[in-house]
């Protein structure tokens, strides 16, 4: 069974970090792509990093690049989500999802994602 879960959310003042974990199991991790995604209530979700199990090639929003970094732990099956110099407006819940890299065309790309995680919500005060 595929199961993809978040941990690590919470809440940070602006300016400050924290760091999101997406525990992944029941797949062969190294040939999957993982990635962030986030969504705040009424407004379309988001993707925010990505990142290639195999050879580790990496994507960012525009919104975040500089800020977030995005790695991967294969030993671990888990993936991480540094997030430094947060911004109330980053404040969403935040999922991560796997894509097949057989089959996946772009990094970035919400509907090529399979499974997803059931989010953490990151508030961030100002």
């Known amino acids: 069974e595929v199961q993809l879960v978040e941990s690590g959310g919470g809440l940070a003042q602006a300016g400050g970090s924290l760091t999101l974990s997406c525990a992944a199991s029941g797949f062969a991790f190294g040939d999957h792509a993982i990635g962030w995604f986030r969504q705040v209530p009424g407004k379309e979700r988001e993707t925010v990093a990505a990142i290639n199990n195999n050879d580790h090639n990496t994507y960012y929003a525009n919104s975040v690049k500089g800020r977030f970094t995005i790695s991967s732990d294969n030993a671990k099956n888990t993936v991480y989500l540094q997030m430094d110099s947060l911004k109330p407006e980053d404040t969403a819940v935040y999922y991560c999802?796997?894509?097949?890299?057989?089959?996946?065309?772009?990094?970035?790309?919400?509907?090529?994602?399979?499974?997803w995680g059931q989010g953490t919500q990151v508030t961030v005060s100002s």
């Open positions: 999802a796997s894509a097949r890299l057989w089959v996946l065309r772009l990094l970035w790309s919400q509907s090529e994602y399979d499974y």
